[in-house]
């Protein structure tokens, strides 16, 4: 976890210029603030838990900046922070949140962003595999899929839409 100041949504507008000969056009349209409720399942898809988030992403050039900030139930914060840059139009990421976070996203046609992340957590390599969705450019659906050590770990889910 993070001792990130909570940036609040209001306060922050992205501005973006975006590299197009690097960045696959999918990307841009993720830019901005989304928000909606995470829901976590077990291995089983019974109800695990379920927090609040906002996702902030720019896009400046090949550069990558996403500040994901999340509300729980009982009231807690917590920003977590990503930087990348687009490489072969695939985008590599590494946050200053978790010092061993590894991630790799690209354009999976039909609307759909791909995203394999790695992390190390209490000496478990957790790893989060998902597809983003995108419905309109006010909508968007997240699944992902998360694995402790390679063994199954549960999914998660989110609906989100754009603030405006």
Request: net charge negative; charged share 25%; aromatic share 12%.
């Amino acid at each position: 976890m993070s001792n990130n100041p909570v940036i609040r949504e209001d306060t922050v507008t992205p501005v973006s210029s975006p590299d197009l000969e690097k960045v696959p056009e999918i990307f841009t349209r993720h830019i901005g603030t989304w928000q909606g409720e995470y829901i976590k399942t077990d291995t089983r898809g019974h109800f695990s838990r379920s927090f609040f988030g906002n996702f902030t992403i720019w896009i400046q050039g090949s550069h990558y900046q996403q500040v994901n900030n999340y509300e729980f139930s009982d009231g807690s914060r917590l920003q977590l922070n990503f930087d990348g840059e687009f490489e072969e139009r695939i985008l590599k990421l590494h946050s200053s949140s978790y010092a061993d976070f590894s991630a790799i996203a690209w354009d999976a046609g039909q609307e759909t962003v791909c995203f394999r992340a790695n992390k190390t957590e209490d000496n478990v390599l957790i790893t989060f595999m998902e597809t983003m969705t995108l419905l309109s450019e006010k909508q968007r659906v997240r699944s992902t899929q998360a694995f402790k050590n390679g063994i199954f770990d549960g999914l998660s889910f989110i609906e989100e839409t754009r603030l405006p």
